[in-house]
């Protein structure tokens, strides 16, 4: 029964992905926004659509992996439940960025790019954030985390861990 409604919730969001290339087909420059759809909706960019993409925009497969290769935004592994994007800008990197990534790295027991294998988390490094002056910064999701230090990561990290009780 769980195989069935896996493979009806996959069927479902495959004819989502042809409704999203319907409405963006006669757009110049389509591929791009048919992509940031597409991820929204798996929160990557799995295979089997990209070949319908490259079927119904007429683009080859190399086409379409240039773009999302090229652009950091997309992804073609599936991500963790929460993202963790380390800033290696320049002050994030002088200001001890790459402690704070080793120690992500560390707590997590996962490679850099990398996905937890639970799903939880993936660890990002990233260029520049955006916010230097709090440096160094890491992102959790939409949540900026700044001035950070290697010690305080178990801390950040505690509450996600931890499954939220129903009451």
């Given amino acids: 029964m769980e195989e069935t409604c896996r493979c009806e919730g996959e069927q479902e969001r495959l004819r989502r992905v042809g409704e999203i290339i319907d409405q963006f087909r006669l757009l110049p420059g389509a591929l791009i926004p048919v ?18 993409v490259s079927r119904e925009l007429e683009m080859s497969m190399a086409e379409i992996y240039g773009v999302a290769t090229f652009y950091s935004f997309f992804s073609l592994e599936p991500k963790g439940e929460h993202v963790i994007r380390v800033c290696m800008g320049t002050a994030c990197y002088i ?24 799903g939880k988390f993936t660890l990002d490094a990233t260029r520049c954030l955006g916010a230097c002056g709090l440096a160094p910064v890491m992102t959790i999701g939409e949540k900026v985390h700044g001035r950070l230090t290697p010690n305080e990561i178990p801390k950040i990290l505690k509450p996600l861990r931890t499954p939220v009780e129903t009451r």
Avoid at 35 to 52: K, M, N, R
Avoid at 110 to 117: D, I, K, L, R, Y
Wanted: proline content about 5%.
């Fill in 95 to 118: 200001k001890g960025a790459q402690g704070v990534l080793d120690r992500l790295s560390q707590e997590l027991n996962v490679p850099v790019q990398g996905t937890t294998a639970d």
């Fill in 35 to 52: 992509l940031h759809e597409i991820q929204d909706l798996y929160g990557y960019l799995p295979e089997e659509a990209l070949q319908i």
